[in-house]
Each structure stands twice: as structure tokens, then as C-alpha cells.
């Protein structure tokens, strides 16, 4: 056994472990050592993956088998590990970005006490568990596994303050609309196990082509449904922005490294059957396409500063969507790793101006924090700069790969995601204008409270503010540098055959220097121009008691598509729930069954009668019941 599947094992056991400690511990354990265990387990988790991925990184792939999960005649599971490019790359973000996460917990949630400190971090911890086993497990069962526990983990982490109803009914919708995409997601996994007798990924995609067109329809469609829920696309994307009702450093973990990007990684990993379902491909593409428009217009009018970037998230998971429907599987993984370094800047950015304003979201009656907050200031401009795609950061070089591939599938997709990029400059501007420019706008006592964060919470905004600026230099496109996109190269082997399929079906397209060029300024500019828009409205905003109208007005309230769920379905569902319960459950079976007891306690009230006490009542009795057998034995 080579030395990376000895160790391999250890990178979702040791947040298990933080787990357990700190669940069973939480009535024990003081917050500093809750802290250290929390944190560190996702540190040395991170350890090892920075060594697990320097041993795939000349292509190796490496499957660790170690017990049989599922053994009958007809079907064998086992319980196996797949370390290779693509899983040893999302190992690197989960640990990675999550790591600096549990770190801004430790001060961010220190004023809980320390029970409820220590289960906060045992949820965190779990989270992380559930999420590695999703990246590491080898085949669609064990991918499956830690796929729910990512959804139970969000439940119990957005329901953190459970005492708020809010909360709670964030919680279930969350869990809910998840379980609606893993109905898709499942039904998928038992159609591959009919037909192929397997869920392994090297079985599957090795015996891809004994599937039927219209198998490969179907299942890759529904698992695209299994995706539209974890990764919130239309129409299951509407829990997510409800989602903030957690914790911030919640918010930043499942936007940034672990639940919203298990579909991306689920899709990329079945890249071949992808592949060779072109109808999919397009679904997933309008979908992906559709989900940035949508969301961002939403966000144009926000004034809860979580709920901006939240919808910001939805829109940057429909950019990674469409990269995944044109076939640009390493763009989209790419925009995966770029937006885990930038958004989580921002929320925890986000978190960083919440904290100092004693729990203040509304973004109209922030303004001037810039003073105030030197560090976060500083870090989430640069987070700004990331997201709106301005050379030369991070979100740059992501989003124009994906919009490359884009315009060379089809022009209309690349004119509508250069539509949503000049949106999504200009919404962030507007947020970062409102929060940290111009004149103060809250209270008097809030002014009086405004300083920097703790150590605890600046560092990890420093390290993502890094990351934020050169995380995007190893995707360097052709055009600029030859070689120059490492990543590329990276996880080439992962998508070795989908690429070859493309080429000799003579599908991949192209583009000339002058074209990519071309695309990247026209990108660029018009994000610039949203930016400087943007920057001069807000920079000087006013507060104002006028209420929107028009346009603003459905955008302010989100399309009204809560509105139009609840009325179209979770009314009616309440109301047919409500006729089963009164009907058929309290009237009907309820009813049965109360009945059978109160005719047997009707009839032995009404028996009873019977014992009189009187010996000549008995006696007549008797000389009845002669006379009854007496006739019955005369007539049988």
C-alpha cells in the first residue's frame, strides 16, 4: 500500500474526531481548548492534503478500499476512496478555506457560552466530515453518504439559534428543497446500478457505452436535479439566501468551501456521461445561464448586506453551471476554487462589519466604516475587485475562461453572462460604497462601539485577501502565457476522455488570440464601467424613507418567487395535508379506532345491567336461555 492511501483515511477522520470530542465534551470543555481541538483537527486535515496532493500530481490515482459497504449477489459496494487531481484539489479547498473559518469562529462566536460554543464547533467539524467524505468517497453510494450529510449538518448549523422561528423555518426549508434534488439524485445512482450492476466511477465510466442514449438522458439528467439542489439553481435556489439566517461564518462555509459546491464537483466528476448527453448539456447551460440573471438582478436591490453576497452566490454558481454546460469542465472547477477565495472573504468580510456593529445587517445604516475598520476595508475592496473579474485577480481569469468557452458554444451565452458580470460589479460596488464609504448612518451608540475586529478574525481575512489577488495566476490563459494555465494541466487526466470524445466528434471550437482578446476587454470594460457607476451613487449615499416602485419594487422582493411558491405550492400542499389530517386521520382512522373502544365500553356499560343482585332475575335468565338452545336444537 503506497503512502498515500496509509494516511489517506486520516483527512475526514480527524474532523470526526474534533466531532465527537467537542459533542460529547460540550458540558466540559472550556472555549480555548474547544477552539484549539476544532480548529486543529482541520489543520492537520490540511496537512495531509497538501501531501495527498503533491502525490496525484503526476497524474496518479489512487483507490483505497477498506471494507465492503453493501455485499449481496447481485450488487458490491465497498466503502472506498478515490484520491486523484480533481478530489485532491477540493481536499485542499475544504480543509484549506475551512480551516480559516474555524479560526474567525473562535472570536466571531465567543460570546456564546461555552455549551452551546462546543456544539457550534462540533457542527462545524461535521460539516467538514461529511464534506471530505462527498470529494474522497469512490463511488456514488459513499459519495451519496456524506451528499446528506452535508444537508443535515446545513439544517442544524442555519438553525444554530434555534429560539428564533425564523431560524428554524430557514432550517427547513433548507433541508427540504435539498431532499427534493436528492429524490433526483438517487433515482439516478439506482438507474446506473439496473444497468450496470455498479455504482464504482471507474466502472461506470469505463462501461459508459453500454448505456443507451436515452439511459445517459436520463440519469444525467437527474442527477443535474440532485445539483439544482445542493448547488442552488433554479428552481431549488431559494433556500439559500435564506440560509443567512445562521451564524456568518456558517454563511462563508457553505458558500464558499463545502454544501453549494457538491454539485459542481458531482457534475465534474461524471464529466464523460456529461459529455455524452448533449440535450443535458444545454439544460444545464439555460439553467446555469438563467440562475446568474436572475439572482443578480435580485441582488441589485438588496439592503441586507448577507443577503447581497447570497444571491451573489447563487449567480456565481450559475456562472459555474454554464461552464459545466459548455463543456468547460476545468473553467467551471477553476470558478469553483477562485469564488472559495473571494466569497469567503467577503462573507467573513461581511461578519467582520456585523460584529462591529453589535449585530447590525442593514447596509443603509451603515457608511464610513472605512476609518473605523482599516483591515477589513482594505481586504473586502480587494474581495470586491475579485468578484467584479478586474484584472489581474482571481475571478478574472475564472470567469473569463468560462465565458471563452461560452461565446464559442454559443454568442448569446456570452452576451448574457458579460450582462450578469456588469451586473455583478455593480451590485458589489454598491454594497462596498453603502458599508465602508461616505458619512456614518447608524446610531450614535453603534458609532460609539465601531473598531476593528480581533486578530482572530483579520488574519484569516488577510490570507483570503491573498489568495484573492493570486489564487487566479495558475490559470493563466494561453493567449498571455504559454503554459501559463497549470490548472489545466492539472486535472487534465480527470478529463482526458470527455476531451477526446469532443475532439473526435469535432466539437471543440477555438478561438483565435484577436477573438480572446476582443472578449476579454469587452469584459472587462463593461464591468468597469458598473464599478465606476457604482462607486460614484454610493459612495455618497443618503438614506431615504422612499419606498421603491416599479421594477425596484419586484426586485427589492425578489420576483416574488417565494411569493409565487408559497401560493402555488406550499398552500395547497398545507391544505391538502390539513384535509388528511382532519378527514382521514382524526375522522377516519382516529375515528376508527376511538369508536371500536367506545362501542366496547357502550356495550359493557349496557351489560353490566344485567347483574342485578336478584336471584329470581338470574333465575328467569336461566329458564331464557333453556328455552333459547332448547328452540335452537329443535330447528338445526
Same mark, same amino acid.
Given at each position: 500500500?503506497? /503512502? ?531 462607486? /460614484? ?100
Amino acid at each position: 500500500m503506497s /503512502n498515500t492511501l496509509q494516511i489517506v483515511w486520516l483527512i475526514p477522520f480527524l474532523p470526526l474526531i474534533g466531532f465527537l470530542i467537542n459533542g460529547l465534551g460540550r458540558n466540559q470543555l472550556s472555549k480555548t481548548l474547544t477552539g484549539i481541538i476544532g480548529s486543529g483537527v482541520i489543520l492537520a486535515s490540511f496537512l495531509i492534503s497538501v501531501f495527498v496532493f503533491f502525490q496525484v500530481k503526476n497524474g496518479n490515482t489512487h483507490v483505497a478500499h477498506y471494507f465492503d459497504f453493501i455485499n449481496t449477489k447481485s450488487l458490491k459496494v465497498g466503502f472506498d476512496f478515490q484520491i486523484d487531481q480533481l478530489s485532491s484539489l477540493f481536499l485542499l479547498i475544504i480543509t484549506g478555506v475551512g480551516f480559516l473559518i474555524h479560526v474567525y469562529s473562535t472570536s466571531y462566536m465567543h460570546e456564546e457560552d461555552s455549551k452551546d460554543f462546543a456544539k457550534y464547533f462540533a457542527y462545524l467539524n461535521l460539516f467538514i466530515f461529511s464534506m471530505l467524505l462527498l470529494v474522497m468517497g469512490g463511488n456514488y453510494i459513499i459519495m451519496f453518504i456524506g451528499w446528506e450529510g452535508v444537508g443535515l449538518c446545513s439544517y442544524l448549523l442555519i438553525g444554530f439559534w434555534f429560539k428564533d422561528n425564523n431560524n428554524n423555518d430557514a432550517a427547513k426549508k433548507a433541508f427540504i428543497m435539498n431532499r427534493i434534488g436528492d429524490f433526483g439524485f438517487l433515482l439516478a445512482v439506482f438507474w446506473l446500478i439496473s444497468k450496470l450492476g455498479t455504482a464504482d466511477y471507474q466502472e461506470v465510466f469505463s462501461n459508459v457505452s453500454k448505456l443507451s442514449s436515452f439511459d445517459i438522458a436520463g440519469i444525467t439528467l437527474l442527477l443535474f436535479v440532485g445539483a439544482t439542489g445542493k448547488s442552488a439553481q433554479i428552481p431549488l435556489y431559494t433556500w439559500l439566501p435564506d440560509a443567512m439566517a445562521g451564524p456568518t461564518p456558517v454563511s462563508a462555509l457553505i458558500h464558499a468551501a463545502t454544501m453549494v459546491t457538491a454539485g459542481i464537483y458531482m457534475i465534474a466528476r461524471s464529466n464523460i456521461l456529461f459529455t455524452m448527453a448533449p440535450i443535458t448539456q444545454t439544460v444545464i447551460a439555460v439553467i446555469g445561464l438563467a440562475t446568474a440573471v436572475v439572482a443578480a438582478t435580485i441582488a441589485l436591490k438588496q439592503n441586507d448586506i448577507k443577503k447581497v453576497l447570497a444571491y451573489s452566490t447563487v449567480s456565481q454558481l450559475g456562472y459555474m453551471f454554464l461552464g459545466l454546460g459548455v463543456g468547460a469542465y476545468t473553467g467551471a472547477v477553476f470558478h469553483v476554487m477562485t469564488h472559495a477565495f473571494f466569497k469567503a472573504l467577503l462573507f467573513l468580510g461581511a461578519g467582520s462589519v456585523i460584529h462591529a456593529m453589535g449585530g447590525e445587517q442593514d447596509m443603509r445604516n451603515m457608511g464610513g466604516l472605512k476609518k473605523y475598520m482599516r483591515i477589513t476595508h482594505l481586504t473586502f475592496l480587494l474581495g470586491c475587485f475579485a468578484i467584479a473579474g478586474m484584472p489581474p485577480f482571481a475571478g478574472f481569469f475564472s470567469k473569463d475562461e468560462i465565458l471563452a468557452a461560452a461565446f464559442a458554444k454559443n454568442p448569446v451565452y456570452w452576451v448574457v453572462g458579460v450582462l450578469t458580470a456588469f451586473m455583478t460589479a455593480f451590485y458589489m460596488f454598491r454594497l462596498y460604497g453603502m458599508t465602508f464609504l461616505g458619512k456614518f448612518r447608524g446610531t450614535h451608540e453603534q458609532e460609539h462601539h465601531l473598531h476593528e475586529s480581533p486578530a482572530a478574525i483579520t488574519i484569516p481575512l488577510i490570507v483570503l485577501a491573498i489568495l484573492a489577488v493570486v489564487g487566479g495566476w495558475i490559470g493563466i490563459p494561453e493567449v498571455f502565457i504559454h503554459g501559463g494555465h497549470r490548472l489545466e494541466a492539472f486535472l487534465e487526466p480527470v478529463f482526458a476522455d470527455s476531451n477526446k470524445l469532443v475532439a473526435s466528434l469535432n466539437q471543440k471550437h477555438e478561438l483565435s488570440h484577436a477573438t480572446e482578446y476582443a472578449l476579454m476587454a469587452v469584459s472587462v470594460a463593461s464591468a468597469l464601467i458598473a464599478l465606476l457607476y457604482a462607486w /460614484n451613487k454610493f459612495s455618497k449615499y443618503q438614506k431615504t424613507t422612499t419606498e421603491e416602485t416599479g421594477i425596484a419594487r419586484i426586485l427589492a422582493n425578489k420576483w416574488y418567487v417565494d411569493e409565487i411558491y408559497a401560493s402555488v405550492i406550499v398552500k395547497p400542499t398545507q391544505s391538502i395535508a390539513t384535509f388528511f389530517n382532519n378527514i382521514l386521520e382524526k375522522k377516519g382512522i382516529d375515528g376508527f379506532v376511538n369508536g371500536i373502544g367506545k362501542a366496547v365500553n357502550y356495550s359493557s356499560r349496557q351489560i353490566r345491567l344485567l347483574q342485578t343482585g336478584q336471584v329470581s332475575a338470574y333465575m328467569m335468565l336461566m329458564v331464557v336461555a333453556v328455552l333459547i338452545l332448547f328452540i335452537i336444537q329443535l330447528f338445526s
